[in-house]
């Protein structure tokens, strides 16, 4: 799939006050600006145009877009993100969607994050995790079934999303970590299986047949090298302390 878009948002200054399991220390407002603004100039890169909301006030993890929506090449559709302080970044999404896609609302008591749903072709597994529920992958489900798309439920036992564990590096190739290397749910998909240390690098981004991955992780270099596809580095040091990637900083659609 060709994708003309992303929407990305500047994080705040506090974003350390985001949500984290991570025991790697506070994450450092101006390295991760300058991470962030090296993830847009990636984007650009890869042929896509891209918009940066500005940063939203009291939501200190809303530069993880990813988390807010699930854009399809037919609708936009709102999640309501599993964990509360999150809530309220879903109307300037949508917002900004708007232009671009027909919205359709996940409604409570369903809960979904984007960072649960992998979309590869017209199929979406969706990750059943602390943050998105069986409603709320349902809701998805059926409306993604509306437009001839088809999915299926994969629980979530380790790592904060499935996209933590599991991204398309091509139409029918899956970067997984072990856990995953065997899973039922998968077949039908070529795997690169990455090794127990460098599970971080499963959020790896496939973009218009460039490959994103976070930098620090040599063997799965190696391992992705061999799909032939020019690879784009990034650090992503201080988006990691607060358990997100690459993945999660934008929506491409
Ligand atoms: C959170 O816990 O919600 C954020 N600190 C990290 C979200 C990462 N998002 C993603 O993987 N899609």
Redesign the pocket.
Known sequence: MTFTHAITRRPVKELAA???TSILGPPDYIKALDQFNAYVNALKQCGLSVTVLDPLDGYP?AH?V??AAVVTPDIAVITNPG?AP?KGEVPSIAAALQPFRKIVWVQPPGTL???DVLMVDRHFFIGLSDRTNEQGARQLGDAVTGFGCTWTPVRVAAG??F??SVNAVGSDTLLTTQPFADHPALAGFHRIVISAQEEYAG?TLWVNGHLIMPTGFPDTRKKLETLGRPIIELDTSEFRK????L??LSLRF
């Open positions: 985001g949500i984290t993890d993880f990813e988390d964990a999150r994050d984007g960072g904060l999303h996209k933590s959020n607060m358990d997100g990637g993945t999660c």
